[in-house]
């Protein structure tokens, strides 16, 4: 007997600020990026879900650091999806851009998106509107945050520039599911550089009323961070003339360009 045919997204906390989001639909149950193995399986044993499978977005530690532990635990042969550009210990399904995932249990259809940036080789699944879903569903990984854009470990802010465009031109109610709780630190940023954003000052007290309550700032929107997120509104005129003041540059001809600097300016920030 099927539980909900709808499925649930589910923030499983890791670390300090790791979310390890779980889909599930009330009996089968993917996992993305597990970190961890005990939260996970702490998870699924008290809603008596079964692990069908896992979802890698890039190869970090805190992302990757349960897969094999998972699987030894559970005596599961699953299958493991993962960037094709690196190798990761535990993958079983090397996917790349345009590739499509169709799962049985629970029943969804993710198209994956090569976004780097953050790393050269991350990663995003993203699930369009199916008889299960509500709404739109993009698991980012960490390319983009609730006001914010993961640090350019590897990647160029071209890339990163480039990798957001692809999630700008989502559906505005695209649910997003990033992979840490940074939100806070992220508007406090943000607020150093659009000071005057209507949007993100009421963003601010939202967010913090959430946090001051213990829960999660996610999942977030597209619509919401092309209203509130800096790294989304390079192409916005007071971005701009943030960026070029703080650069002492006369222009910054591209959104990579504007990208590159308040993304230097919030590393030193």
């Known amino acids: 007997m099927v539980k909900n045919t709808l499925l649930q997204v589910w923030p499983i906390p890791a670390f300090d600020d790791n979310y390890l989001w779980c889909i599930h639909d009330g009996q089968s149950a993917l996992i993305v990026d597990p970190g961890d193995a005990a939260p996970v399986l702490q998870y699924l044993e008290q809603n008596k879900l079964t692990l069908t499978g896992i979802l890698i977005t890039h190869h970090h530690a805190d992302h990757t650091g349960g897969i094999l532990t998972l699987l030894n635990t559970l005596g599961l042969s ?11 210990p535990g993958r079983t399904h090397a996917v790349m851009e345009g590739d499509k995932i169709e799962v049985a249990a629970p029943r969804i259809s993710l198209e994956v998106y090569e976004v780097p940036g953050h790393t050269l080789s991350h990663i995003a699944y993203f699930a369009n509107m199916q008889a299960n879903v509500v709404e739109p569903m993009l698991f980012c990984g960490d390319t983009l945050f609730a006001s914010g854009c993961g640090r350019l470990f590897e990647g160029t802010p071209t890339q990163m520039s480039q990798s957001l465009a692809k999630f700008i031109a989502l559906p505005k109610n695209t649910l997003v599911y990033c992979t840490h709780e940074y939100t806070l630190s992220n508007i406090r940023f943000a607020l150093a550089v659009e000071p005057n954003n209507s949007n993100l000052i009421t963003w601010a007290e939202t967010a913090k009323a959430l ?3 213990r829960l999660p700032t996610l999942p977030t929107t597209i619509g919401q961070e092309l209203q509130v997120n800096p790294f989304m509104r390079c192409d916005q005129q007071a971005v701009i003339d943030a960026a070029l003041e703080v650069s002492g540059e006369k222009s910054l001809p591209t959104p990579a360009h504007v990208l590159a600097v308040i ?6 920030f």
């Not at 993304?263 to 030193?268: E, S, T």
Request: glycine share 4%; charged share 35%; hydrophobic share 40%.
């Open 78 to 88: 699953i299958p493991v999806y993962g960037p094709a550009a690196i190798d990761i």
């Open 263 to 268: 993304r230097a300016w919030k590393d030193r």
């Open 211 to 213: 946090r001051d309550q």
